[in-house]
């Protein structure tokens, strides 16, 4: 039996990430336990045989704080001693930190996946280049990348400077979406809209998706958007609502603070379309199940959204925060059923070719027989 020690922050897409694969990963070969942050979700996790998993409590939170950080390292390697574990998968900037510094004690092969690098969110100045070298640094202790996208393993030889010998891919995958369940929350939207995934924050650039949607509705006066997420750290939540105010968008979007996946799935599928105005992802669980569920998406050309999306084959890629060639590509797509049908089924197949989990999961798991020390 293998084991696997896990060390997150478990919000967001880490935390499905790291479910997806405990659901459907051999059992039989693979004993898997969960280090997370305290205040994290507080959902157990499973076995595919539905058995829980062990999961340890510790103050993992986003930010720095050196204190608890040290705390978290210093109880993080006790585990590893008692734990012994074969191999450790560290997911984030935060999990990557405390996995590895904790590995200087406890020697073990840490695989890290960033889910996009955490200088990226940092504009370029002082903040990033520090972000940048802490990456720089870890990556000599103990530390192998496990990118979730093509574009990710670019960063980590490029930027961070990772041998390719240290590099390995997994795409994030998802099980396919066989049954669309009834919605659980009350619509309150027309039926007909485009719809997005994503906190307003400098990441996701939503003031962007509404500058489209304002360019949009000088065609369509009726056009919508459903922004689902919106709830969870969101530091430019005021900037947002004020500025659907001042683009005179209150009847055109719908913010949904909390929206559970099944829903998500519901509103995706009945959806017109995707749209992603994100300036980087690493590679995003709304536009893979947009492609399970045969959408065009309209995004920009940023890390992970252009793994995802093949330019005038499954829908359309923009640069430099065009919010009019962006808005151009909505209306083509609402307006012409051709297209959109021809790029609903190339989303289709793309998603079975690169991202069904059921195809991808006997690759984690050789990357993990293969780098145990």
């Known amino acids: 039996?293998?084991?696997?020690?896990?060390?997150?922050?478990?919000?967001?897409?880490?935390?499905?990430?790291?479910?997806?694969?405990?659901?459907?990963?051999?059992?039989?070969?693979?004993?898997?336990?969960?280090?997370?942050?305290?205040?994290?979700?507080?959902?157990?996790?499973?076995?595919?045989?539905?058995?829980?998993?062990?999961?340890?409590?510790?103050?993992?939170?986003?930010?720095?704080?050196?204190?608890?950080?040290?705390?978290?390292?210093?109880?993080?390697?006790?585990?590893?001693?008692?734990?012994?574990?074969?191999?450790?998968?560290?997911?984030?900037?935060?999990?990557?930190?405390?996995?590895?510094?904790?590995?200087?004690?406890?020697?073990?092969?840490?695989?890290?996946?960033?889910?996009?690098?955490?200088?990226?969110?940092?504009?370029?100045?002082?903040?990033?280049?520090?972000?940048?070298?802490?990456?720089?640094?870890?990556?000599?202790?103990?530390?192998?990348?496990?990118?979730?996208?093509?574009?990710?393993?670019?960063?980590?030889?490029?930027?961070?400077?990772?041998?390719?010998?240290?590099?390995?891919?997994?795409?994030?995958?998802?099980?396919?979406?066989?049954?669309?369940?009834?919605?659980?929350?009350?619509?309150?939207?027309?039926?007909?809209?485009?719809?997005?995934?994503?906190?307003?924050?400098?990441?996701?650039?939503?003031?962007?998706?509404?500058?489209?949607?304002?360019?949009?509705?000088?065609?369509?006066?009726?056009i919508h958007l459903v922004l689902m997420g919106v709830g969870y750290h969101s530091p430019n939540l005021l900037n947002v609502k004020n500025l659907i105010q001042s683009l005179g968008l209150e009847n055109n979007v719908t913010l949904l603070d909390w929206t559970n996946r099944e829903d998500i799935f519901y509103i995706i599928k009945h959806s017109a379309l995707y749209i992603s105005t994100a300036r980087y992802e690493g590679l995003p669980y709304s536009v893979i199940e947009s492609l399970a569920l045969g959408k065009p998406i309209v995004a920009t050309k940023v890390d992970g959204n252009q793994d995802l999306v093949k330019h005038n084959y499954n829908g359309f890629l923009v640069e430099n925060e065009n919010a009019t060639e962006m808005s151009s590509f909505v209306l083509k797509l609402l307006n012409d059923k051709t297209l959109f049908q021809t790029f609903s089924e190339n989303s289709k197949l793309l998603f079975e070719e690169n991202f069904n989990m059921k195809n991808n999961i006997k690759d984690l798991e050789c990357i993990y027989e293969n780098n145990i020390k």
């Not at 074969?86 to 890290?112: C, E, P």
């Not at 809209?193 to 994503?198: L, R």
């Not at 939503?206 to 000088?218: A, G, R, T």
Request: glycine letters at 4%; proline letters at 4%.
């Open 1 to 222: 039996m293998i084991k696997v020690i896990h060390v997150l922050h478990a919000v967001g897409g880490v935390d499905v990430y790291l479910r997806l694969l405990l659901a459907i990963m051999d059992h039989n070969k693979f004993e898997h336990i969960i280090i997370k942050g305290e205040n994290d979700t507080h959902e157990t996790y499973f076995r595919p045989d539905g058995k829980l998993i062990k999961v340890y409590k510790l103050p993992i939170d986003r930010e720095i704080n050196f204190i608890e950080d040290f705390k978290s390292i210093s109880q993080v390697v006790k585990i590893f001693k008692n734990e012994r574990p074969d191999i450790v998968h560290a997911h984030s900037a935060k999990g990557g930190i405390i996995a590895r510094s904790a590995s200087v004690f406890y020697k073990v092969n840490v695989l890290h996946t960033p889910h996009a690098y955490s200088y990226l969110s940092a504009d370029y100045g002082f903040k990033r280049r520090i972000f940048l070298f802490i990456e720089k640094f870890y990556k000599h202790i103990n530390s192998k990348l496990l990118a979730t996208s093509n574009s990710e393993i670019n960063r980590g030889l490029i930027d961070v400077g990772y041998k390719e010998e240290d590099v390995y891919l997994f795409n994030n995958s998802i099980l396919p979406i066989e049954e669309i369940k009834p919605l659980k929350i009350k619509k309150t939207w027309p039926d007909n809209y485009i719809c997005s995934v994503g906190r307003p924050s400098f990441q996701k650039n939503i003031e962007l998706m509404l500058d489209v949607l304002f360019e949009v509705k000088k065609q369509e006066n009726d």
